[in-house]
């Protein structure tokens, strides 16, 4: 299997523009998670689907982060405007049944 | 309510011993550990649910203490490739219920020949 798969690896932006990182989860896994990590924050739930429905976002920082799973198979996170506190490595990760999570290999955001 | 590890960091020579400590003010249903290699991701170690239980991977094994909220990694002979950054993470609710998993800051592990 190929694992969760995450687009693009890295992204650099200017402040202000719109960023959207894409995520692949592993065919069958039910849950879908979003994490953002940071030296300052360490790893952090943002949101998490199960079964394309979005459980809890309570961690999504604000208006400016929005993420949807259109499919079992496709998920985004997006930020508009991003900001340079916005600058983190995000992780997708994907589970068959909410205990074992398999990470994707992260996109690291850069924003000047 | 984030888990807290100790220690933050520990240096090991090869075929030492070392325990990683995570600890909640809050009740647990689970503890999760994690490995994160630098510049990788993180990847699944165990799953300890309340009850007691120990688990082991290799020569990697943890301990649940519920009624102290407490749960300890325990590394044996340590070995090179046992280096990187240990998290605990912790259910209050479990994630099929609602809940969420909430990680500890880290603990970096760093094995020397």
């Known amino acids: 299997d190929a694992g969760v798969i995450q687009s693009p690896r890295h992204e650099v932006t200017e402040m202000g523009q719109e960023v959207t990182l894409r995520c692949k989860p592993i065919s069958g896994h039910d849950y879908l998670f979003w994490y953002r990590q940071t030296m300052m924050r360490g790893l952090e739930l943002l949101i998490y689907f199960n079964n394309n429905v979005p459980i809890d976002d309570s961690g999504m920082p604000e208006d400016r982060f929005s993420a949807k799973m259109p499919n079992a198979s496709f998920s985004t996170l997006k930020i508009q405007p991003s900001e340079p506190r916005d600058s983190a490595v995000y992780f997708c990760?994907?589970?068959?049944?909410?205990?074992?999570?398999?990470f994707g290999p992260g996109t690291r955001l850069t924003v000047t | 309510q984030q888990p807290v590890q100790s220690p933050q960091a520990v240096i090991l020579r090869e075929g030492e011993d070392a325990v990683i400590n995570c600890s909640s003010s809050k009740a647990l249903y689970s503890v999760h550990w994690y490995r994160q290699k630098h510049g990788e991701a993180p990847v699944f170690l165990m799953i300890?649910?309340?009850?007691?239980e120990q688990k082991g991977h290799e020569k990697i094994s943890a301990s649940f203490n519920e009624k102290k909220q407490q749960s300890s990694l325990y590394l044996t002979a340590s070995q090179l490739s046992y280096s990187g950054t240990y998290f605990c993470?912790?259910?209050?609710?479990?994630?099929?219920?609602?809940?969420?998993?909430?990680f500890g800051q880290g603990t970096e592990l760093s094995v020397k020949p």
């Open positions: 300890l649910l309340k009850g007691g």
């Open positions: 990760a994907s589970s068959p049944d909410s205990r074992e999570q398999y």
């Open positions: 993470g912790t259910e209050e609710t479990p994630i099929a219920q609602g809940g969420k998993l909430i």
